[in-house]
């Protein structure tokens, strides 16, 4: 009876041993396959490695292998989501942050050149265009061309200090005319203008009547400097004057003058001062000067010379541009 119970002994005391090695193998193979599921799912989320290894550790260790197969596959499934969730985002924005700031920058460029181009002021392109052939426009605008903005200003100054005088068909230069002499002769020469333009009508009306009042002073005797008595007195005193001596003095006179000839933006007087003092040319270049500011802008005023700019003797054929001023 105690050679059975000895032997039963034996046999649980083997039983037993077996167990603990197979628990043994049992936990080296499950620390195994822990081992091995961290280095699949390294670049995993880790929550998602946390609640799969939570969830291992709750279930007994004998239905180990189809749990790990399971995780496995679910960690496959969430990496080929969040894969294809990641490529979408790409897809989705195109570019990179600095890509789209750059984007952003071009197109804004493009349209201030599309709004410079096609937004530009009609009359600002206009004074542009005229600026071209015009000499006195460029001196108004100056450095202000492709600014519409300092253009509008330009001409605004330039109103105010014209005042009404502005709205006037035909308005002065602000340059100051040139004025020479080539061997001028105070008795047989001509005296030569040239103008921006060709003259209309008016003009030539103007600068005619201008010229006519000036010979028919002259022939009156007004440019005789022996009788300057007042040109030298003060006002502040009741000045004297003495006619007697105003009417011995020797009497001078224009003697002659042709009428005011132009052919294109170039016009010409013949003239024989007579006895009429040079101080006639002062009187006539200072009425010459207002009326170019004022009224009809001419570039230059020569005294003698037989041909100036395309002048062409002889040519009196409207058609081709010629004009004149009966004095």
Partial sequence: MSLVISNAKVKMAKAYLSFVDYRKKETEMYKSHLLSLSACTINLNLPFLVSQSQTLSLHHKRNLPSLVAVSANSDNIAGENDGGMSEEKTKGSGTTARGRRLLKVREEKRKRDYERLHDYPSWAKVLETACKDDEELRAVLGDSIGNPELMRKKVEERVRKK?????????????????????????????????????????????????????????????????????????????????????????????????????????????????????????????????????????????????????????????????YFKI
């Fill in 163 to 323: 005042g009404k005088d502005f709205q006037k068909q035909k308005t002065g230069s602000v340059l100051s005319f040139k004025v020479s002499f080539r061997d001028f002769n105070p008795v047989d020469s001509f005296i030569w203008f040239e103008l921006y333009g060709s003259p209309s009508d008016r003009d030539v009306d103007l600068i005619g009547s201008v010229i006519q009042a000036w010979y028919v002073m002259g022939r009156l005797g007004a440019f005789n400097t022996s009788n300057l008595q007042l040109a030298n007195s003060s006002m502040e005193y009741n000045p004297l004057y003495d006619a007697e001596k105003g009417f011995k003095v020797m009497p001078s006179s224009f003697h002659d003058i042709s009428d005011v000839q132009f052919q294109d933006n170039w016009g010409r007087v013949w003239v024989d001062l007579g006895t009429s003092d040079i101080f006639a040319l002062d009187v006539l270049l200072n009425s010459l000067t207002v009326m170019s500011s004022e009224y009809l802008g001419i570039q230059q005023v020569i005294f003698g010379g037989k041909r100036m700019g395309d002048w062409e003797e002889g040519m009196t054929n409207p058609d081709f541009g010629y004009k």
